[in-house]
């Protein structure tokens, strides 16, 4: 199993530019999710899916949005770059089914916005 | 709905010596705990998880955390820190019957002194 990957890991935007980063995971797992890391910040919420279809916002979801159209694939798109999207962006995914479960993360994309 | 807090942004231990790193929830029902470990430029990789069976939990590379109800505790202890294991390390609580989402702290970065 190649786990959650993520694409690119490096990553330089200029304001106002789009883009999309993917996320791809193959253990079948219901719940994937998206995080922004900052510094002093933690991992801070943007985006989660409970399964096909299905999509809902998290603590940080302006300026991003995303779909669900496979359980293997959660991209994330960047609609108009801001500097204040400048961030370490991590991908997880997990089990679900009336627990919390191990979330698996993947390697992650650092993505810089001048 | 639950939180998390975890103490000390950073901790600065010796090569050889105990290493403690706190972190406190809030949760209506019984959680799910976890702690996870985040080692340079990589994502996040689960070190132990606690899920209402035993109270001390033991987890990878000589890691353990004791669930402490009556204190809302669950610290991250091992008995004899390595230069390996200077990380960043995240609490996270879930609760059964909410969404699958867990909630992290902001993470505490572990400095290993030769």
């Known amino acids: 199993n190649a786990g959650v990957t993520q694409t690119p890991k490096f990553q330089v935007l200029k304001t106002g530019q789009s883009m999309t980063l993917q996320c791809a995971q193959d253990?079948?797992?219901?719940?994937m999710s998206w995080y922004r890391q900052d510094p002093g910040m933690g991992l801070r919420l943007i985006h989660y899916s409970v399964g096909a279809g299905i999509t809902d916002q998290g603590e940080v979801p302006n300026g991003y949005n995303v779909s669900r159209s496979t359980t293997e694939d959660f991209p994330l798109r960047l609609l108009s770059a801001a500097p204040s999207q400048t961030s370490v962006y991590f991908c997880a995914s997990s089990l679900t089914g009336g627990g919390v479960y191990e979330q698996y993360f993947g390697p992650g994309t650092r993505l810089t916005v001048t | 709905a639950q939180s998390v807090t975890q103490l000390g942004s950073h901790v600065s231990v010796s090569e050889g010596a105990l290493v403690l790193l706190r972190c406190n929830y809030s949760?209506?029902?019984?959680?799910?705990l976890f702690w996870y470990v985040q080692y340079p430029n990589q994502g996040l990789q689960l070190l132990l998880k606690?899920?209402?069976?035993?109270?001390l939990v033991k987890g990878i590379n000589g890691f353990e955390a004791e669930f402490k109800k009556s204190e809302t505790s669950f610290h991250l202890t091992k008995p004899s820190a390595h230069m390996s294991d200077a990380a960043e390390y995240f609490c996270a609580v879930g609760i059964s019957g909410g969404s699958y989402i867990p909630t992290f702290g902001r993470g505490t970065s572990l400095i290993v002194h030769p």
């Open positions: 949760s209506s029902v019984p959680p799910y």
């Open positions: 606690y899920t209402s069976a035993a109270t």
């Open positions: 253990m079948n797992h219901e719940y």
